[in-house]
Protein backbone atom coordinates (compact mmCIF):
# COMPACT_ATOMS: atom_id res chain seq x y z
CA UNK A 1 0.00 0.00 0.00
CA UNK A 2 2.70 2.53 0.76
CA UNK A 3 4.31 2.08 -2.45
CA UNK A 4 1.09 2.47 -4.42
CA UNK A 5 0.45 6.05 -2.22
CA UNK A 6 3.94 6.77 -3.11
CA UNK A 7 3.43 6.25 -6.88
CA UNK A 8 0.51 8.22 -7.02
CA UNK A 9 2.54 11.29 -5.99
CA UNK A 10 5.43 10.33 -7.80
CA UNK A 11 7.70 9.93 -5.24
CA UNK A 12 10.20 7.28 -4.12
CA UNK A 13 9.40 5.38 -1.34
CA UNK A 14 12.00 2.81 1.15
CA UNK A 15 12.03 1.12 4.10
CA UNK A 16 15.55 2.00 5.81
CA UNK A 17 17.44 1.84 8.91
CA UNK A 18 17.37 -0.73 11.62
CA UNK A 19 14.17 -2.76 10.74
CA UNK A 20 16.10 -3.77 7.16
CA UNK A 21 19.22 -4.59 8.76
CA UNK A 22 17.33 -6.83 11.39
CA UNK A 23 15.40 -8.31 8.45
CA UNK A 24 18.40 -9.21 7.22
CA UNK A 25 19.90 -10.81 10.46
CA UNK A 26 16.61 -12.44 10.96
CA UNK A 27 15.52 -10.89 13.65
CA UNK A 28 12.24 -8.99 14.11
CA UNK A 29 12.35 -5.09 14.66
CA UNK A 30 8.75 -3.56 15.01
CA UNK A 31 10.09 0.13 14.36
CA UNK A 32 9.80 0.54 10.68
CA UNK A 33 11.13 3.73 9.51
CA UNK A 34 9.95 4.90 5.62
CA UNK A 35 12.84 7.49 3.78
CA UNK A 36 10.29 9.47 0.89
CA UNK A 37 11.85 11.17 -1.73
CA UNK A 38 9.26 13.98 -1.59
CA UNK A 39 6.68 15.17 0.97
CA UNK A 40 6.72 12.48 3.65
CA UNK A 41 4.05 14.37 5.03
CA UNK A 42 1.25 14.73 2.15
CA UNK A 43 2.77 10.94 1.72
CA UNK A 44 1.68 9.78 5.53
CA UNK A 45 -1.51 11.69 5.56
CA UNK A 46 -2.48 10.13 2.93
CA UNK A 47 -1.51 6.52 3.43
CA UNK A 48 -2.96 7.17 7.18
CA UNK A 49 -6.69 7.45 5.04
CA UNK A 50 -5.87 4.54 2.94
CA UNK A 51 -5.73 2.82 6.16
CA UNK A 52 -7.74 4.37 8.78
CA UNK A 53 -4.93 5.15 10.67
CA UNK A 54 -4.08 8.13 12.64
CA UNK A 55 -1.52 10.12 11.83
CA UNK A 56 1.06 12.97 13.48
CA UNK A 57 2.99 14.99 11.78
CA UNK A 58 6.04 17.44 12.63
CA UNK A 59 6.19 20.01 9.86
CA UNK A 60 9.23 21.65 10.90
CA UNK A 61 11.66 18.26 10.42
CA UNK A 62 9.81 17.24 7.79
CA UNK A 63 8.15 13.54 9.35
CA UNK A 64 5.19 11.83 10.31
CA UNK A 65 3.95 8.88 12.15
CA UNK A 66 1.20 6.78 10.90
CA UNK A 67 -0.09 4.83 13.93
CA UNK A 68 -2.93 2.18 13.86
CA UNK A 69 -2.82 -0.36 17.33
CA UNK A 70 0.42 -1.17 17.77
CA UNK A 71 1.46 -0.76 14.59
CA UNK A 72 3.96 2.32 13.91
CA UNK A 73 5.71 3.78 10.37
CA UNK A 74 8.04 6.72 11.15
CA UNK A 75 7.78 8.79 7.65
CA UNK A 76 10.79 10.75 6.93
CA UNK A 77 11.48 13.54 3.74
CA UNK A 78 14.90 12.35 2.32
CA UNK A 79 17.36 14.81 3.80
CA UNK A 80 19.92 16.35 1.32
CA UNK A 81 21.73 17.97 3.49
CA UNK A 82 25.22 16.42 3.98
CA UNK A 83 28.63 17.20 5.83
CA UNK A 84 31.47 18.56 3.45
CA UNK A 85 34.16 16.10 3.32
CA UNK A 86 35.84 16.69 -0.34
CA UNK A 87 37.50 13.75 0.12
CA UNK A 88 34.86 11.48 0.40
CA UNK A 89 32.41 12.99 -2.20
CA UNK A 90 31.64 10.84 -5.16
CA UNK A 91 32.18 12.68 -8.18
CA UNK A 92 28.83 11.79 -9.53
CA UNK A 93 25.22 13.67 -8.27
CA UNK A 94 24.05 11.27 -5.48
CA UNK A 95 20.23 10.83 -5.52
CA UNK A 96 18.65 11.85 -2.78
CA UNK A 97 18.02 8.66 -1.01
CA UNK A 98 21.53 7.87 -1.40
CA UNK A 99 22.26 11.26 0.07
CA UNK A 100 19.85 10.23 2.99
CA UNK A 101 21.71 7.20 3.62
CA UNK A 102 25.14 8.29 3.56
CA UNK A 103 24.30 10.85 6.85
CA UNK A 104 23.87 7.97 8.57
CA UNK A 105 26.14 6.06 11.27
CA UNK A 106 27.09 2.83 9.91
CA UNK A 107 27.14 0.68 6.88
CA UNK A 108 25.01 -1.78 8.65
CA UNK A 109 22.11 1.43 8.88
CA UNK A 110 22.13 2.35 5.23
CA UNK A 111 20.87 -0.55 3.87
CA UNK A 112 16.80 0.30 2.19
CA UNK A 113 14.42 -1.81 0.70
CA UNK A 114 12.55 0.09 -2.13
CA UNK A 115 8.62 -0.05 -1.89
CA UNK A 116 7.73 1.37 -5.60
CA UNK A 117 5.73 -0.94 -7.16
CA UNK A 118 8.86 -0.68 -10.12
CA UNK A 119 11.46 -2.85 -8.35
CA UNK A 120 9.66 -3.25 -5.34
CA UNK A 121 11.69 -5.22 -2.91
CA UNK A 122 14.68 -4.41 -4.88
CA UNK A 123 17.77 -4.07 -1.76
CA UNK A 124 19.47 -1.19 -2.13
CA UNK A 125 23.07 -1.34 -0.71
CA UNK A 126 25.81 1.97 -2.10
CA UNK A 127 28.06 1.72 1.38
CA UNK A 128 28.65 -2.41 1.78
CA UNK A 129 26.01 -2.97 4.42
CA UNK A 130 25.12 -6.51 3.37
CA UNK A 131 29.14 -7.73 3.14
CA UNK A 132 29.47 -5.67 6.73
CA UNK A 133 26.18 -7.91 8.27
CA UNK A 134 28.00 -10.64 7.27
CA UNK A 135 31.03 -10.28 8.44
CA UNK A 136 29.91 -9.22 11.84
CA UNK A 137 31.19 -5.68 11.92
CA UNK A 138 30.41 -1.87 12.39
CA UNK A 139 31.75 0.36 10.11
CA UNK A 140 31.50 3.98 10.21
CA UNK A 141 30.70 5.68 6.58
CA UNK A 142 33.80 8.06 6.95
CA UNK A 143 36.36 9.36 8.54
CA UNK A 144 34.61 12.64 10.10
CA UNK A 145 31.40 10.42 11.38
CA UNK A 146 32.37 10.87 15.10
CA UNK A 147 33.13 14.60 14.76
CA UNK A 148 29.95 15.38 13.24
CA UNK A 149 28.19 13.10 16.22
CA UNK A 150 30.15 11.44 18.81
CA UNK A 151 27.50 9.41 20.23
CA UNK A 152 27.73 7.18 17.19
CA UNK A 153 31.05 5.97 19.33
CA UNK A 154 27.96 5.14 22.17
CA UNK A 155 26.14 3.59 19.47
CA UNK A 156 28.73 2.09 17.91
CA UNK A 157 29.38 0.35 20.72
CA UNK A 158 25.81 -0.57 21.87
CA UNK A 159 25.25 -2.43 18.22
CA UNK A 160 28.82 -4.26 19.26
CA UNK A 161 27.61 -5.69 22.26
CA UNK A 162 24.02 -6.16 21.10
CA UNK A 163 24.63 -8.14 17.61
CA UNK A 164 28.41 -9.51 18.92
CA UNK A 165 29.92 -7.59 16.02
CA UNK A 166 33.29 -5.91 16.14
CA UNK A 167 34.14 -2.37 15.48
CA UNK A 168 36.36 -1.92 12.06
CA UNK A 169 39.94 -1.40 13.38
CA UNK A 170 39.48 1.81 11.36
CA UNK A 171 36.67 2.93 12.87
CA UNK A 172 37.91 1.99 16.23
CA UNK A 173 40.78 3.96 15.66
CA UNK A 174 38.36 7.05 15.01
CA UNK A 175 36.78 6.83 18.00
CA UNK A 176 40.28 7.12 19.47
CA UNK A 177 41.02 10.07 17.68
CA UNK A 178 38.06 11.66 18.67
CA UNK A 179 38.56 11.33 22.18
CA UNK A 180 42.33 12.68 22.15
CA UNK A 181 40.79 15.55 19.79
CA UNK A 182 38.30 16.13 23.11
CA UNK A 183 35.44 15.68 20.56
CA UNK A 184 33.47 14.59 23.18
CA UNK A 185 33.72 17.63 25.26
CA UNK A 186 31.13 19.31 23.17
CA UNK A 187 28.43 16.61 23.58
CA UNK A 188 25.44 18.26 25.30
CA UNK A 189 24.41 16.81 28.65
CA UNK A 190 21.36 15.73 27.20
CA UNK A 191 22.51 13.85 24.62
CA UNK A 192 25.02 12.03 26.48
CA UNK A 193 22.10 10.99 29.34
CA UNK A 194 20.03 10.09 26.48
CA UNK A 195 22.44 7.72 25.11
CA UNK A 196 23.47 6.35 28.10
CA UNK A 197 19.54 5.75 28.76
CA UNK A 198 19.81 3.49 25.53
CA UNK A 199 23.04 1.50 26.75
CA UNK A 200 20.88 0.92 29.89
CA UNK A 201 18.17 -0.80 28.02
CA UNK A 202 20.05 -3.12 26.61
CA UNK A 203 19.80 -6.62 27.38
CA UNK A 204 23.26 -6.81 28.87
CA UNK A 205 24.05 -3.12 29.96
CA UNK A 206 27.34 -4.54 32.31
CA UNK A 207 29.07 -5.76 29.27
CA UNK A 208 28.45 -2.99 27.22
CA UNK A 209 29.11 -0.14 30.07
CA UNK A 210 32.52 -2.28 30.20
CA UNK A 211 33.03 -1.36 26.77
CA UNK A 212 32.57 2.20 26.89
CA UNK A 213 35.00 1.84 30.07
CA UNK A 214 37.42 0.23 28.13
CA UNK A 215 37.26 3.01 25.69
CA UNK A 216 37.28 5.62 28.40
CA UNK A 217 33.85 6.87 27.13
CA UNK A 218 32.72 6.58 30.75
CA UNK A 219 35.21 9.54 31.52
CA UNK A 220 33.01 11.54 29.17
CA UNK A 221 30.51 11.79 32.15
CA UNK A 222 33.30 12.54 34.86
CA UNK A 223 36.73 11.93 34.64
CA UNK A 224 37.03 10.16 37.36
CA UNK A 225 35.07 6.91 36.73
CA UNK A 226 37.13 4.33 35.55
CA UNK A 227 35.31 0.60 35.30
CA UNK A 228 37.03 -0.92 38.48
CA UNK A 229 35.95 -4.80 39.53
CA UNK A 230 34.31 -2.94 42.11
CA UNK A 231 32.17 -1.34 39.66
CA UNK A 232 30.91 -3.56 37.65
CA UNK A 233 29.71 -6.03 40.03
CA UNK A 234 27.53 -2.99 41.49
CA UNK A 235 26.28 -2.26 38.19
CA UNK A 236 26.06 -6.51 37.67
CA UNK A 237 23.86 -6.10 41.15
CA UNK A 238 21.87 -3.16 39.92
CA UNK A 239 20.91 -5.79 36.45
CA UNK A 240 20.30 -8.74 38.89
CA UNK A 241 17.82 -6.11 40.95
CA UNK A 242 16.09 -4.59 38.00
CA UNK A 243 15.60 -8.30 36.49
CA UNK A 244 14.12 -9.85 39.90
CA UNK A 245 11.99 -6.35 40.11
CA UNK A 246 10.65 -6.65 36.21
CA UNK A 247 9.74 -10.00 36.65
CA UNK A 248 7.83 -9.18 39.60
CA UNK A 249 6.31 -5.90 39.21
CA UNK A 250 5.64 -5.79 35.40
CA UNK A 251 3.51 -2.83 35.49
CA UNK A 252 5.18 -0.89 37.93
CA UNK A 253 7.13 2.55 36.52
CA UNK A 254 10.00 3.42 37.82
CA UNK A 255 13.22 5.35 36.46
CA UNK A 256 16.02 2.45 35.49
CA UNK A 257 18.47 4.98 34.72
CA UNK A 258 18.62 6.44 38.14
CA UNK A 259 19.12 3.36 38.95
CA UNK A 260 22.81 2.51 36.98
CA UNK A 261 23.73 6.32 37.15
CA UNK A 262 24.16 5.76 41.13
CA UNK A 263 25.89 2.86 40.48
CA UNK A 264 28.43 5.42 38.07
CA UNK A 265 28.63 7.85 40.76
CA UNK A 266 29.01 6.29 43.86
CA UNK A 267 32.38 5.76 44.13
CA UNK A 268 32.62 9.63 43.29
CA UNK A 269 32.78 12.62 46.19
CA UNK A 270 29.79 14.60 47.06
CA UNK A 271 31.44 17.56 44.48
CA UNK A 272 32.42 14.79 41.91
CA UNK A 273 28.82 13.64 41.73
CA UNK A 274 27.63 17.12 41.40
CA UNK A 275 29.96 18.17 38.42
CA UNK A 276 29.18 14.64 36.99
CA UNK A 277 24.98 15.26 36.96
CA UNK A 278 25.69 18.93 35.80
CA UNK A 279 28.07 17.48 32.77
CA UNK A 280 24.44 15.50 32.49
CA UNK A 281 22.48 18.60 32.24
CA UNK A 282 19.67 16.28 34.53
CA UNK A 283 16.95 18.20 36.18
CA UNK A 284 17.69 19.30 39.67
CA UNK A 285 14.68 17.37 41.02
CA UNK A 286 16.08 14.17 39.82
CA UNK A 287 19.58 15.36 40.40
CA UNK A 288 18.46 16.01 44.17
CA UNK A 289 17.06 13.10 44.22
CA UNK A 290 19.99 11.11 42.95
CA UNK A 291 22.36 12.75 45.50
CA UNK A 292 20.49 12.19 48.35
CA UNK A 293 19.57 9.12 47.46
CA UNK A 294 23.68 7.78 47.76
CA UNK A 295 23.84 10.08 50.66
CA UNK A 296 20.93 8.05 52.61
CA UNK A 297 22.13 4.37 51.16
CA UNK A 298 24.52 3.55 53.02
CA UNK A 299 23.17 5.31 56.64
CA UNK A 300 19.95 2.84 55.77
CA UNK A 301 21.54 0.09 54.81
CA UNK A 302 24.15 0.09 58.21
CA UNK A 303 20.82 0.34 59.84
CA UNK A 304 18.38 -1.58 58.85
CA UNK A 305 17.54 -4.64 61.27
CA UNK A 306 16.79 -7.82 59.17
CA UNK A 307 14.88 -9.66 61.48
CA UNK A 308 12.58 -6.85 62.23
CA UNK A 309 9.33 -6.53 59.95
CA UNK A 310 8.45 -2.93 61.59
CA UNK A 311 12.00 -1.44 61.73
CA UNK A 312 12.25 -2.45 58.12
CA UNK A 313 8.74 -1.03 56.93
CA UNK A 314 9.24 2.40 59.20
CA UNK A 315 12.98 2.42 57.51
CA UNK A 316 11.92 1.84 53.68
CA UNK A 317 8.14 2.95 53.66
CA UNK A 318 8.46 6.59 51.66
CA UNK A 319 11.24 6.01 49.75
CA UNK A 320 11.47 6.28 46.25
CA UNK A 321 11.81 2.71 44.82
CA UNK A 322 14.47 3.77 42.75
CA UNK A 323 16.70 4.31 46.03
CA UNK A 324 15.18 1.43 47.67
CA UNK A 325 16.20 -0.94 44.79
CA UNK A 326 19.49 0.77 44.71
CA UNK A 327 20.03 -0.38 48.39
CA UNK A 328 18.87 -3.60 47.70
CA UNK A 329 21.97 -4.05 44.96
CA UNK A 330 24.32 -2.40 47.06
CA UNK A 331 24.30 -4.30 50.14
CA UNK A 332 26.42 -7.59 50.51
CA UNK A 333 24.28 -9.14 53.25
CA UNK A 334 22.38 -11.62 51.65
CA UNK A 335 20.05 -11.22 55.42
CA UNK A 336 19.18 -7.19 54.28
CA UNK A 337 18.69 -8.10 50.39
CA UNK A 338 16.32 -10.67 51.46
CA UNK A 339 14.79 -8.00 54.14
CA UNK A 340 14.43 -5.30 51.10
CA UNK A 341 12.69 -7.90 49.14
CA UNK A 342 10.32 -8.89 51.63
CA UNK A 343 9.83 -5.20 51.91
CA UNK A 344 8.72 -5.07 48.60
CA UNK A 345 6.99 -8.26 47.85
CA UNK A 346 4.95 -7.91 50.80
CA UNK A 347 5.24 -5.43 53.46
CA UNK A 348 4.78 -2.15 51.53
CA UNK A 349 1.28 -3.53 50.32
CA UNK A 350 0.17 -3.98 54.16
CA UNK A 351 -2.94 -1.77 55.02
CA UNK A 352 -5.24 -1.41 57.85
CA UNK A 353 -8.67 -2.35 56.79
CA UNK A 354 -10.41 -0.61 58.76
CA UNK A 355 -11.37 2.88 57.65
CA UNK A 356 -11.95 6.14 59.91
CA UNK A 357 -15.31 5.38 59.73
CA UNK A 358 -15.27 2.13 61.46
CA UNK A 359 -13.33 3.84 64.20
CA UNK A 360 -16.16 6.23 64.17
CA UNK A 361 -18.78 3.12 64.66
CA UNK A 362 -16.42 2.18 67.21
CA UNK A 363 -17.07 5.13 69.37
CA UNK A 364 -13.94 7.04 69.02
CA UNK A 365 -14.25 10.54 67.85
CA UNK A 366 -12.03 11.78 64.89
CA UNK A 367 -9.01 13.49 65.75
CA UNK A 368 -4.92 12.77 66.20
CA UNK A 369 -5.91 9.49 67.66
CA UNK A 370 -6.68 7.92 64.70
CA UNK A 371 -3.05 7.89 62.88
CA UNK A 372 -1.64 6.23 66.05
CA UNK A 373 -4.42 3.86 66.03
CA UNK A 374 -3.98 3.22 62.63
CA UNK A 375 -0.04 2.86 63.14
CA UNK A 376 -0.66 0.42 66.18
CA UNK A 377 -2.73 -1.94 63.45
CA UNK A 378 -0.26 -1.73 60.58
CA UNK A 379 2.37 -2.61 63.30
CA UNK A 380 0.35 -5.59 64.40
CA UNK A 381 -0.05 -6.63 60.50
CA UNK A 382 3.49 -6.32 59.24
CA UNK A 383 4.25 -8.92 62.59
CA UNK A 384 1.46 -11.15 61.57
CA UNK A 385 -0.68 -10.81 64.64
CA UNK A 386 -3.76 -9.64 62.83
CA UNK A 387 -5.58 -10.82 59.42
CA UNK A 388 -8.82 -9.98 59.58
CA UNK A 389 -10.93 -6.94 59.73
CA UNK A 390 -12.84 -8.57 62.92
CA UNK A 391 -9.62 -8.48 64.63
CA UNK A 392 -8.39 -5.96 63.59
CA UNK A 393 -12.00 -4.53 65.65
CA UNK A 394 -10.79 -6.68 68.68
CA UNK A 395 -7.58 -5.23 68.37
CA UNK A 396 -8.84 -1.84 68.39
CA UNK A 397 -11.57 -2.51 71.35
CA UNK A 398 -9.15 -3.64 73.43
CA UNK A 399 -6.83 -0.56 73.20
P1 LIG B 1 17.37 0.19 17.38
O1 LIG B 1 16.19 1.10 17.40
O2 LIG B 1 17.06 -1.25 17.21
O3 LIG B 1 18.37 0.48 18.45
P2 LIG B 1 17.92 1.52 14.93
O4 LIG B 1 18.99 1.33 13.91
O5 LIG B 1 16.50 1.50 14.48
O6 LIG B 1 18.20 0.48 16.04
P3 LIG B 1 17.50 4.23 15.77
O7 LIG B 1 18.22 4.96 16.86
O8 LIG B 1 16.04 4.03 15.86
O9 LIG B 1 18.27 2.86 15.67
O10 LIG B 1 17.86 4.97 14.42
C1 LIG B 1 17.24 4.67 13.20
C2 LIG B 1 18.21 4.88 12.06
O11 LIG B 1 18.62 6.24 12.01
C3 LIG B 1 19.50 4.08 12.21
O12 LIG B 1 19.40 2.82 11.61
C4 LIG B 1 20.52 4.95 11.54
O13 LIG B 1 20.51 4.70 10.16
C5 LIG B 1 20.00 6.35 11.75
N1 LIG B 1 20.65 7.03 12.89
C6 LIG B 1 20.22 7.09 14.16
N2 LIG B 1 21.04 7.82 14.93
C7 LIG B 1 22.03 8.24 14.14
C8 LIG B 1 23.20 9.04 14.33
N3 LIG B 1 23.51 9.53 15.53
N4 LIG B 1 23.96 9.29 13.25
C9 LIG B 1 23.63 8.81 12.04
N5 LIG B 1 22.58 8.04 11.80
C10 LIG B 1 21.77 7.75 12.82
Known amino acids: IAGAVADEFKFGAYLVGGCVRDILRGEENLDIDIVIEGDAIAFAKKLGEEIGAKVTTHERFGTAQVIKKDFKLDIATARTEYYESPAALPKVEMSSIKKDLYRRDFTINTLAVKLNKKDFGLLIDFFGGQRDLKDKVIRVLHNLSFIEDPTRAFRAIRFSERFGFKLTRHTENLI ?78 YDK ?22 RLSVTSRLKNKILNGLNAAKNILRGLKPDNPIEIYHMLEGHDIEFILFSMALTNDSEKKKAISHFLVKLRGIRPELKGDDLKALGISPGPEYSRIFKKILDEKLINRLHTKDEEIEFVKKL
Not at 257 to 275: C, D, H, S, T, W
Open 176 to 253: RSAIRMNIFEKLSGTRLYDELMLTFDETNPVKALKRLGDYELLKVIHPKISFSPELESLLQSVHDTITWFELLFLNEK
Open 257 to 278: GMLYIMALLYKLNKEEREVALN
